[in-house]
């Protein structure tokens, strides 16, 4: 079993940064056997969608929406993975989940950009 815990969510201004971190705790078996894991968000009254997501080797996929906006990384010493949010828009509001493959959650993050 995996266990997931986000943060670094907040309240900023359009144009600002926020960075977002998934700690990872359980099983190292489990944990070194990811292959790949990603972010999600959920905006009120939208399903949730993919951000982006990076796989164990390092390659990343971005949601055209983020593109260039946003950065996926991972620390796999800490067990810890990263998004990188800049230049936000009020549009980037959400709450953003963490997401391990297969179907490992976080519990979710609030992040609000306000115009």
Partial sequence: Q?????SGGGLVQAGG????????SGSIFSIN??????WYRQAPGKQREL??????SGSTNYADSVKGRFTISR???????YLQM???????TAVYYCWY?????????QVTVSS
Wanted: proline share 4%; with cysteine.
């Fill in 51 to 56: 951000v982006a997501t990076i796989t164990r």
């Fill in 17 to 24: 940064s926020l960075r977002l971190s998934c700690a990872a």
């Fill in 33 to 38: 056997s990811i292959l790949a894991m990603g």
């Fill in 101 to 109: 493959l297969p179907n490992y959650w976080g519990q979710g993050t």
């Fill in 75 to 81: 620390d796999n010493a800490k067990n810890t993975m």
């Fill in 86 to 92: 800049i230049s936000l828009k009020p549009e980037d």
């Fill in 2 to 6: 995996v266990q997931l815990v986000e």
